[in-house]
């Protein structure tokens, strides 16, 4: 999996060089990469941001300066757009420091349109790119997107080439989003909780690491993964317990150190209900009762769920 990160902090992202991560790249199973978006710049103040329109407080990153960012990194030719929203071949319409750049630009800048009128763009430069490259999807956190699951991390996780792009201030410019969508590129915005960050370092950190542990190879034992909380059933995972079975006067239950499975399997799987009943009732609500064993329908009826309809319900 190769995955493209762009932030005005890209050092932040040397956390991912460290434990399984590290290993994983070290092994080839991933290629991480952080892209310091000044570098795209062309002022002397390297700057990413200007005022809203329309007034108002803070500042929103630019646009053109992560277009042409963007377009490196995913190899693709700046296309425009006109009146009706089709996309026309056009020259390339970046911010260029000298003649020279523009006319180069010009010749590589060619678009096409497919069946559904979206913009497909050929791979600019022919050696960063070829035609059969696996096309990338492009994930922006935002507070204001939908929740990120365990069920994204687990469909992104079979994915070849995810790009990140890190907002800061105001957020980025929303037309930069909308744009790489119209191109046909697949645009996501995930939001990781009800809650402000000053920025998306954070919120990346953590999608890439929910999605790259599930990556094939990347857990030295994957059976670690199956019975983790939001993994199968929505349910929280029970909790875990290491020797001494009894420190400072705590002892975990007896049925834990008893040898026998089938009770322990019973014991953690009753724990798990009672804590997702105790701390996250909506995750219960998504059980499907069908599914459920006799078992786990008197659990959850001794806990005051019905059982008797689709879902749970109290």
């Given at each position: 999996?190769?995955?493209?990160?762009v932030?005005?902090?890209?050092?932040?992202?040397?956390?991912?060089?460290l434990?399984?991560?590290?290993?994983?790249?070290?092994?080839?199973?991933?290629?991480?990469?952080?892209?310091?978006?000044?570098?795209?710049?062309?002022d002397?103040?390297?700057?990413?941001?200007?005022?809203?329109?329309?007034?108002?407080?803070?500042?929103?990153?630019?646009?053109?300066?992560?277009?042409?960012?963007?377009?490196?990194?995913?190899?693709?030719?700046?296309?425009?757009?006109?009146?009706?929203?089709?996309?026309?071949?056009?020259?390339?319409?970046?911010?260029?420091?000298?003649?020279?750049?523009?006319?180069?630009?010009?010749?590589?800048?060619?678009?096409?349109?497919?069946?559904?009128?979206?913009?497909?763009?050929?791979?600019v430069?022919?050696?960063?790119?070829?035609?059969?490259?696996?096309?990338?999807?492009?994930?922006?956190?935002?507070?204001?997107?939908?929740?990120?699951?365990?069920?994204d991390?687990?469909?992104?996780?079979?994915?070849?080439?995810?790009?990140?792009?890190?907002?800061?201030?105001?957020?980025?410019?929303?037309?930069?989003?909308?744009?790489?969508?119209?191109?046909?590129?697949?645009?996501?915005?995930?939001?990781?909780?009800d809650?402000?960050?000053?920025?998306?370092?954070?919120?990346?950190?953590?999608?890439?690491?929910?999605?790259?542990?599930?990556?094939?190879?990347?857990?030295?034992?994957?059976?670690?993964i199956?019975?983790?909380?939001?993994t199968?059933?929505?349910?929280?995972?029970?909790?875990q317990?290491?020797?001494?079975?009894?420190?400072?006067?705590?002892?975990?239950?007896?049925?834990?150190?008893?040898?026998?499975?089938?009770?322990?399997?019973?014991?953690?799987r009753?724990?798990?209900?009672e804590?997702?009943?105790?701390?996250?009732?909506?995750l219960?609500?998504?059980?499907?009762?069908?599914?459920?064993?006799?078992?786990?329908?008197?659990?959850?009826?001794?806990l005051g769920?019905?059982?008797?309809?689709?879902?749970?319900?109290?």
């Amino acid at each position: 999996m190769r995955i493209d990160i762009v932030s005005v902090f890209p050092e932040y992202f040397d956390v991912l060089k460290l434990s399984l991560l590290g290993k994983a790249q070290d092994k080839g199973l991933l290629s991480v990469t952080a892209h310091n978006l000044r570098d795209w710049t062309h002022d002397v103040h390297h700057s990413v941001d200007d005022t809203p329109v329309g007034g108002g407080a803070g500042m929103v990153m630019k646009p053109e300066v992560w277009a042409q960012c963007l377009d490196d990194v995913m190899g693709l030719a700046p296309v425009s757009f006109d009146d009706d929203g089709q996309p026309v071949q056009s020259r390339d319409f970046r911010l260029i420091g000298t003649d020279d750049d523009a006319d180069d630009s010009a010749d590589d800048a060619e678009a096409i349109t497919d069946s559904n009128n979206s913009a497909v763009v050929d791979s600019v430069p022919a050696d960063e790119a070829t035609t059969d490259s696996p096309k990338p999807i492009l994930i922006f956190p935002n507070p204001s997107a939908p929740l990120f699951t365990q069920a994204d991390a687990t469909e992104l996780s079979r994915a070849d080439h995810l790009v990140f792009g890190c907002g800061r201030y105001e957020g980025i410019d929303a037309r930069v989003p909308e744009y790489y969508a119209r191109q046909g590129v697949e645009v996501r915005e995930y939001s990781i909780g009800d809650y402000v960050l000053n920025g998306g370092e954070v919120a990346v950190s953590a999608m890439i690491e929910a999605i790259v542990r599930l990556v094939p190879g990347f857990m030295g034992n994957p059976e670690s993964i199956v019975e983790e909380s939001y993994t199968g059933d929505p349910l929280l995972e029970h909790r875990q317990f290491t020797k001494p079975a009894t420190w400072r006067g705590i002892a975990v239950d007896p049925v834990l150190t008893s040898g026998d499975h089938g009770k322990v399997d019973r014991y953690r799987r009753d724990e798990a209900m009672e804590r997702t009943t105790r701390i996250r009732p909506d995750l219960v609500e998504e059980l499907d009762c069908k599914a459920l064993s006799k078992a786990d329908r008197k659990t959850l009826m001794a806990l005051g769920w019905n059982v008797s309809g689709q879902h749970p319900r109290h």
